[in-house]
């Protein structure tokens, strides 16, 4: 089931042809997904070798109640199951595709990837090792503290350093990833439940702040560097506040289901005395929140002093080519005749925006007439910019917004429902 879920998740890698980036991320996800998934099927033709079934719940019954004469079989097709799980929901050292292919698909399809992608690895994840291979605790579970511990710091280490905001939710889901391993790691019914309440919380925040990147990134899905969020809490201050709540979650901030999350987990790990993982865990998730605080000032914070004043003001800049500024013309106007900055005053300037109407008749030598001096009609922005600087928000992309806000901010504050049913699905396992 897994490995036909990889399939359709390579075609929306590279669904955006326009872009060599989506190619790229495309063919690096193909090529190392499927030596995972070679990986992965020959753990589970070692796992039917020692044990004769493929069927989990027969696989459980007969390692429960009998001695396997294949035990050197049965852990090599474990340790390749494990390799196969942690390829796919990216667990450390087995992340390295995780930043290029988020960075590199379109917006949407990197969003479904780190939720409902991510989701289904760890269902799997967890009712394989739990359910399947309890009997093997002691075996697995020193191993799966290791993973978690070097998963947790790596991915939040890693992430303090990026400057695209999609590389950077990258590593952060990396991180998660290894916060959702901790209650796997605990071998018990209350970790199996914190990882599962993880994995849903997880899901929204994920879903939520990736719509904002989307529309952040505006048309072509090129521009996520940090930079593109700086005032967006003046020019919208809706979208801004949405985007901060869910990275504030995402960072643990109290009366959101991240900070249950992280604290159930965390508790897990308590529970079965893996104390040393639960410092390590609270200690990257302080890290973590460094970066999501970055992004979080950039948004509300000032302007950039080297940016043109129209777009310290709210407008987007019309011409970066020109160094921050557009030509003024005499008498303050701004046309075709008009000095770039730093030109010299008797030459003429060649970096005039190609927008601007060129003169095609000598020029008078006292200069050019006054009507000369207007603008004609710039180029429109672009379809997901409005006049004011404002990005447009489909119905869809505001509903999307709001569910997942919603589930943050109301779980988060009444948790109850969304633990018991946590609770209630630990029944499958």
Known sequence: GLEIMSIPLYILAGLDQRRSES???AMKYFILGAFSSAIFVYGIALVYGATGSTNLAEIAAYLANNISTNQGLLFAGAALLLVGFSFKVALVPFHMWTPDVYQGAPT????FMASIAKVGGFAAFLRVFFSTFHSLTTTWQPILWVIAIVTTLGGAVLALVQRDVKRMLAYSSINHAGFILLGLQAASVSGMSASIYYVFAYSFLVVGS???????????????SI??????????????????VLLLAQAGAP?????????????????????????????????????????????YG???????????????????????????????????????????????????????????????????????????????????????GRFALSPGTE???????????????????LFSFAHAATLLF
């Open 23 to 25: 190619g790229e991320a």
């Open 108 to 111: 949407p399809a990197t969003g």
């Open 210 to 224: 990736f719509t904002v990147i989307a529309v952040v990134g505006k048309t072509g899905d090129r521009d996520h």
């Open 227 to 244: 930079e593109a969020y700086r005032g967006l809490g003046r020019r919208q201050p809706v979208l801004a506040l949405a985007f901060a």
């Open 255 to 299: 009366f959101t289901t991240g900070f249950l999350a992280k604290l159930y987990v965390v508790e897990a790990a308590v529970s079965a005395h893996s104390y040393a993982l639960a410092v390590v865990a609270m200690l990257s998730g302080a890290i973590a929140a460094a970066f999501y605080l970055r992004v979080v000032f950039v948004m």
């Open 302 to 388: 000032s302007p950039s002093p080297t940016a043109p004043a129209v777009e310290q003001a709210g407008m987007p800049a019309l011409a970066a080519s020109t160094g921050g500024g557009l030509p003024v013309g005499p008498g303050g106007g701004i046309g075709p005749g008009a000095q770039a900055r730093g030109a010299p005053p008797d030459e003429p300037a060649d970096d005039v925006p190609s927008f601007m109407p060129k003169d095609t008749e000598a020029e008078d030598e006292e200069g050019w007439d006054e009507e000369d001096d207007l603008l004609e009609e710039p180029p429109p922005l672009p379809d997901s910019m409005l006049p004011s």
């Open 399 to 417: 509903m999307g917004l709001f569910l997942a806000l919603a589930v943050t901010v109301v779980f988060g504050i009444w948790p109850a429902p």
